[in-house]
Every structure is written in C-alpha cells, then in structure tokens.
C-alpha cells in the first residue's frame, strides 16, 4: 500500500484537450492549439453514453434473431444466425474458430455493454470505486470493442466467393445490418464516456488516498 | 519539462525529454502517455508511403481463387467487400470499404503531410487541421479485422471448397502489417509537439 497526494488539473481549474493534450484553462471554450471543444464538466458524455448503450443493447437482439447469412447447397436454402455458425463451426471440429467468432460475436459486445453501463452508474453512485481495475475495464473495452466487427467481415467475404448458383451460394442476412450498428455504437458509446469521471470520486472523496 | 495533464486520470505531470525507446508512464492510472522514438518523422514517412504502395498492388491482382465442384472463381479485393451488393446491404459496404480503404488512405496521406510540413515548417496550421482528423479516424480503421476476417472465412469453407491466396493477398498482408508497424510511431505527444506553434526545435 502506498499513499500518495496527487495534483489534478481539475484541482487548478484546468482541463488537458484530449485532442492534443495541450493543457487548457477550464473557463476556455475552445483549445488554442487544435480548436477542439473544451468542456470543463466531464460528465456531458454520460447521458450520450447511456443512449447509445440503450441503443445497442436493443439492437443486439434482432442482430443475434435474425440470420447473418444465407446458405444455398444444391438447391436448398438454409439460415444462419451468429450462434448457430458458431455451433457449426463447434461441430465441425474448428474449435479454435468457433471460439473465436463466440468471443468477438457474442461475448464482447455483451461484456463491453454491461462494463460500460457499469462504470456509467459507478459514477453516477457514491460507491467506492476500484479505481485501477475500472479504469483498465475500460481500457479493454475500447480496445477490443471494435473486433467485434470480424463476423461482418466474414460473411462479406463468403457471399463474395461462393456464387455458383443453386449449387452454392451465400446471401448476406437481416442481422449484418442491425449487427454491425449495434458494433459501432458501442464504440462511440465507449468514445463518449470520459475516463476521468472514473478517477474524479476519488479526488473528491474524503479518504486518505490509497492505492491497490 | 513540459507540464500536461493525464488525459485518462487528469493527473497533473511534467513530462520530461525522452531518449529513443523510452516512454513516460502516468504515475497514477498507468497509461503510457508518450513514448519516443529516434527519427519517428522519417520512419512514418517511409512507412505511409509503403502502405499506400501495397494498398495499390491489393487493389490490382486477383486477391483470392475459390475453386469447388470444378469451377474456379477469381475474387479481386474490392469485388470481396462488394459481395453484399448495392441495395439492401448497400450500408453495410460503403461501411467497410470506408474502413479497410479509405481511412486508411486518409490517416496515412494525412501524416505524410504533417511530417513534410513540420520539416519544411510551412503549413503548420493546416497539419494541425489534419493531425485533429487523424486522431478521430484512427479508431474506425478495420483493415486487420478484415484480414482476420479471411482466416476465419478459410476455415469456414475448408470443407467445401479450395481457396488459393493471389499476389495481391501477399500485398494485403504487407498492407497490414506497414500499418501495424506505423501505429508504432503514432504518438500522440510527439506528433503535436511538431506541429505546435511553439515548438522548441529538436
Ligand atoms: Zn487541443
Ligand atoms: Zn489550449
Ligand atoms: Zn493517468
């Protein structure tokens, strides 16, 4: 356990540009170096962080219903949802793949909605925070996020190759679109939120500062 | 020193000058917030300059030959983004190819002109411009999830069909990993620092 006391820009009515990292007055509107907004309340990309959450958290469900893709083998038509490709790959002995696209498909964007959400109430609450742990959890979050979208890839690239007509082909389906929205808006979600509220309880607190 | 902020914890901190490989390390919150590397202008120059070379060899030579049942097809790069078709899925595609191709391009012709311009000191205002629109596409470029995409597709179809990788698969491959190689140098810190109108000369 170490204590320390640490100085915050806040503290000096200060604000870093996160677009340059120039350190500008708070009372500033605008940086001037890149001209970026500068917003002194961090909170301001919480209420669009929590829409967007909403929103992919709605558009997760038909992404996951509906077909990401068609296939036509001699004549026959068959549909495909992410789970159902990844038990198919499960069964055909491609482990490895079939965790994969579990993973980036399934796991991800529930696990990052949940984490973002999370941390979006953590700030929102009095609760004492892990500071270090959230703030890697959401490190995580924006850096895994946007491989997600590996699946649409796929599907983009097997309706490419496989056009033989009846004898085989793949269609894209209803859920490639509503998927790869439900991707990027958990990345802007993950843009919005501001990795300083997790750390501004703390200056605020009135415990000893403490870390780990 | 310089005086900043933590951009991930607002910790106030001074940066001092570094040596090549060496990176200073919020003390707080541990995010690395700048590294520097020796003559990082010319290797991100030479490596833009590469990507785009191969991105163009991507876009000339068969990317992937499929072949099942007795019939071969041959798929150009662009054809493999484009498979979705132009109605229903048309969002869809615009949206990779903006990924895959056209951010990329844009991130690596926009650092070829702050590098030029910051060693030509001409122009600062305008690398400035785009030193801000670099930094806000660089999360929305996929191109390595694309290649991702094709292992995983190969595995998919192994049982179904033959696929052989063309030329322009080796330059794609290339393509990523210059780009891999340029984030390397991407530093935030070190990219404003030459382009600021109070930049120290170094
Ligand atoms: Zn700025
Ligand atoms: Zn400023
Ligand atoms: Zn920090």
Redesign the interface.
């Known amino acids: 356990m170490e204590s ?1 006391n ?5 503290s ?1 009515d ?3 540009c ?6 500008c007055k708070t009372k500033q509107f605008h940086c001037h ?4 907004k500068i917003d002194s309340n961090n909170r301001h990309g919480i209420q669009t962080t929590i829409a967007l959450l909403i929103t992919a958290l709605v558009l997760y469900i038909p992404s996951n219903l509906y077909p990401i893709m068609y296939t036509t083998y001699l004549g026959e038509t068959s549909s495909n949802t992410i789970l159902g490709g990844v038990i198919t ?1 499960w069964e ?1 002995g ?1 482990y490895p ?1 079939a965790v ?2 579990f993973v980036a498909s399934v796991l991800v964007p529930v696990v990052k909605i949940i984490a973002l959400g999370w941390l979006s109430y953590s700030v929102h609450t009095k609760r004492i925070l892990y ?2 742990n959230n ?1 890697r959890m959401f ?1 995580l979050t924006e850096f895994i996020g ?2 997600s ?16 007509g009846n ?2 082909r793949i269609m ?1 389906g209803e859920a ?2 509503a998927f ?1 929205a439900m991707v ?1 808006t958990t ?1 802007l979600a993950a ?1 919005y939120f501001d ?2 509220l ?3 309880k703390l ?1 605020q607190s009135e415990e000893p500062r403490v ?1 780990e | 020193m310089k ?10 901190i001074k940066i001092p000058e570094l040596v090549h490989g060496y990176k200073a390390i919020c ?5 690395v ?1 700048t590294r520097f590397r020796e003559r990082f202008r010319t290797k991100l120059l030479a490596l833009s300059f590469s990507s785009l070379v191969f991105l163009a060899l991507t876009l000339m030579f068969p990317f ?1 030959i ?1 072949t ?2 007795g ?1 071969e ?1 041959t ?1 150009y790069f662009l ?7 132009e109605d ?2 048309f ?3 615009l ?2 190819i903006i ?1 895959t191709i056209v951010v990329p391009v844009a991130l690596m012709v926009g650092i070829s002109f702050v590098v030029v311009s910051s060693r030509l000191s001409i122009g600062l205002p305008t690398s ?2 785009i ?2 629109l670099i ?2 596409l660089q ?2 470029n ?1 191109a390595e ?2 290649l ?3 292992l ?2 190969m ?3 192994a ?3 033959s ?1 052989e990788f063309g030329w322009s698969f080796v330059a794609f491959v290339l393509y990523i990993a210059t780009m891999a190689a340029m984030r390397i140098y991407m530093d ?2 070190q990219l ?1 620092r030459i382009v ?2 109070t930049r120290e000369a170094r």
């Open positions: 320390r640490y100085i915050t820009a806040c000096k200060l604000k870093a996160s677009t340059c990292l120039h350190l170096i890149c001209g970026s790959l055909h491609s793949i994969v696209i500071f270090k703030h490190r946007r491989w979208m590996v699946d649409i890839f796929v599907v983009a690239i097997l309706v490419a190759l496989i056009q033989m004898v085989m894209p490639s679109i790869a990027v990345m843009h990795p300083r997790i750390w501004e200056d870390y | 005086q900043l902020a933590c951009n991930e914890c607002d910790l106030l003390p707080r919150c541990d995010f917030i992937l499929f099942a049942q019939r097809r798929v054809q493999s983004l484009k498979g979705m078709g229903t899925y969002i869809v595609v949206f990779m990924t400035r411009r030193l801000k930094f806000q999360a929305w996929m999830i694309f991702l995409g094709i995983v597709s595995v998919k179809i049982s179904l069909a696929v935030k810190y404003w600021s109108p």
